[in-house]
């Protein structure tokens, strides 16, 4: 209905210009006319007029003037009649004579010795009053001034503009009518039906069907039904060119060749993904409901994989409007624009997304984690939530999979670590993978959570456990050892628990480089100009406000290079991107005002009312305005203090295409051990982090070019799409 009211308002706005126009000359050419009579009668009045005064001025004959006035004027359509000396002073006039410009039109008429007229505005009326010389012996001696009510032209006009004005709502109010009931009920159909046959087509359902009942669109649905042919042709040439390429290692790892290893592979067996954060968040909006894509690496990584495969996704449906837009069971599908899977929410009440998100699995996993110096938080009410959940999620996936055999299932993260072991209870036959996409800590750092038995036992039923890097599979096996009766196998990286045998294997995750067909077009530095960014020198940041990403760290390093190096003042703007997470929980909240602080005081240190060297916004910012930044910033600083892999430094590199720009990345980031080309720094060293920015912005271009190019080779060849390869496929090999 919107983009009916859209063409109707499209032709309201044409009819009007329309009748605006012709209304406007048709006022301009009545007041012409009107006008010019006006004059001609006033021309011949006052000719008249003088023939009678001009013998009696001449002679001084005040009273006679005056009588021969005040005939006129009370025997006419008058309002004034005036007689000027050679000085411009009244001799005789008419009561309330209008003048313009204090008798500039009579002292105008005497030094030219022309007749003019002017139009006067008095007391809410219009005058015309025309002034023409008197003379005597051929010079001029003084002026006469006859002045006509010409309020009637403007009545006129308005009258006109009044008789437009209802011709034009009358005209309007049909043309409204008729277009909304033509468009709606004749064309809007027709076209709603094509563009329905064209999605299924698109999809790869049925070929397009041409709207049969509407001549109007058969040319059109004629070209599309063509081009819908060309797509499924090349579409069945992309399929067989990625079943040739299964075999080859060499070839690039991309959507459609992930879709024919998943059908090689798994034999039409559904993959289901298990997560905490969904994919996509419905939220109220004041005109409606819209969706958003959450920051955070899980929804990144495994995004991609689900556009390729299919299958159903199982999360945490967060969003306030997630109910209205799915079905009776918490269904929808996705993405919106076009639906590739499901997506299935669980729904959790407040008391169990404090419990488990915000205390157990934030307050207590998180830091224990990470090494970023925060005490985890271990209480047995949280504990008694993260179970309950768990369940919850446990019994969704199996409500989902009764019907299915040989289920491949992908737990994903932290949050869920007991459902493993769970889903393998009630279906030994499925094929579950659990993958840690934060670290695992050190044997005796794990050591102090109260519950470290059990949360190993979860994780144990999975028949496979996937972390970041070998040394974290290292910290898990000895943490495995420590704490659970269990057979460790070194050699083949697994263990032996009650006759079920858990492998332990890295898979560095990754992005969707070469990505999904998406094309990177030249950036819009408007979006610096929204920011106020007008410096030579851009440095990069995104992050979660989260404190493992050392974001005050990074802020220091900045203030010690301002300081170090006080030509870069005014030439170099630090623009931190820092989405909001997490928010209720206390921490959070301490470090968000922490980041603040640090980048207020260091812009009250060095800023000048034209120029802030900080910039931060605290807002999640689109993957397309992300990839704009990306392409913009000479020098992206991810400084974590410890980091999985952090994908905000894979996304950077993917992003130049023109092979320039420098990463800074700390070296407790998961992706120093892939990207070599990066300037690896000890986060918490401002001086270090200062010296590797100075040698970032002073890099010549080939050395830029040699290390990106390194690094996006890396990005490239080993992709997402390659990730979930080797995950699927080493866990469809465990029979």
Known sequence: ???????????????????????????????????????????????????????????????????????????????????????????????????????????????????????????????????????????????????????????????????SFIRWLSQILVFAVAIIVLVRWV?????????????????????????????????????????????????????????????????????????????AHLKDRPIFVLSNGEPYVNAKVKNGIEWRVPAGGVITAIEPVMEACGGMWIAHGSGDADKETADAEGKLRVPPDEPKYTLKRVWLTPKEIQGYYNGFSNEALWPLCHMAHVRPQFRREDWTEYRKVSGLFAKTLLDEVRHVERPIILIQDYHLALVPALIKKSRPDAQVALFWHIPWPSAAQFS???????????????????????????????????????????????????????????????????????????????????????????????????????????????????????????????????????GSVEKYAEYRELVRKEAQRINEKFGTHAWKPVVLEEKSYSHAELRQLYQLADVCVVTSLHDGMNLVAKEYVAARNNETGVLVLSQFAGASRDLKGALIVNPYSAEETSAALHTALTMPKAEQHRRMKTMRASVRDYNIYRWSAELIKALSRLD
Not at 49 to 71: F, G, M
Not at 97 to 103: A, F, K, N, T, V
Not at 532 to 545: C, E, F, P, Y
């Open 448 to 582: 102090i959570c109260p519950w470290r038995t059990e949360i190993l036992e979860g994780m144990l039923g999975a028949d496979l456990v996937g972390f970041q890097t070998q040394q974290y599979c290292n910290n898990f096996m000895d943490t495995v050892a420590g704490e659970v009766e269990s057979r460790i196998d070194y050699e083949h990286f697994s263990i032996f628990r009650d006759e079920h045998r858990t492998f332990v294997k890295p898979f560095p995750i990754s992005i969707a480089f070469p990505g999904s067909a998406e094309r990177l077009e030249e950036p819009d530095r408007s979006i610096l100009d929204g920011l106020n960014i007008h410096t030579s020198h851009l440095a990069l940041g995104v992050d979660r406000l989260d404190y493992i990403k050392g974001i005050p760290e990074r802020l220091r390093g900045i203030e010690f290079l301002l300081d170090a190096y006080p030509g870069y003042r005014g030439k170099l703007t630090m623009l931190q991107i820092a989405s909001p997470t997490r």
């Open 187 to 263: 064309f809007f159909r027709s076209i709603t039906a094509m563009v329905e046959s064209l999605r299924a087509a698109r999809r790869g359902g049925a070929p397009f069907d041409m709207v049969s009942d509407s001549s109007f669109f058969k040319p059109l649905a004629g070209e599309i039904s063509k081009v819908t042919r060309s797509l499924r042709q090349a579409r069945r040439s992309a399929s067989e060119e990625a079943r040739m390429r299964l075999e080859k290692i060499d070839s690039p790892w991309t959507a459609e060749r992930l879709e024919e290893f998943i059908k």
């Open 1 to 163: 209905m919107r983009q009916v009211l859209l063409v109707a308002l499209g032709v309201v706005f044409a009819v009007s210009l329309i009748i605006g126009l012709f209304a406007l000359n048709h006022a301009n050419q009545e007041q012409i006319e009107l006008t010019s009579r006006l004059q001609s009668r006033s021309q011949v009045l006052a000719d008249s007029l003088a023939e009678s005064i001009e013998p009696s001025y001449n002679t001084r004959a005040t009273s006679t003037v005056q009588r021969i006035i005040d005939r006129f004027v009370s025997s006419e359509r008058l309002s004034g009649i005036g007689v000027f000396d050679n000085l411009g002073a009244v001799v005789a006039s008419s009561q309330d004579l209008p003048l313009s410009d204090e008798g500039m039109l009579v002292a105008t008429v005497m030094d030219s010795d022309e007749a003019r007229g002017d139009f006067v505005r008095q007391g809410g009326n219009t005058y015309y009053v025309h002034a023409i010389p008197l003379h005597e012996d051929g010079r001029v001696v003084g002026a006469l001034a006859v002045a006509q009510n010409a309020t009637y032209i403007d009545e006129s006009i308005r009258d006109i503009w009044l008789d």
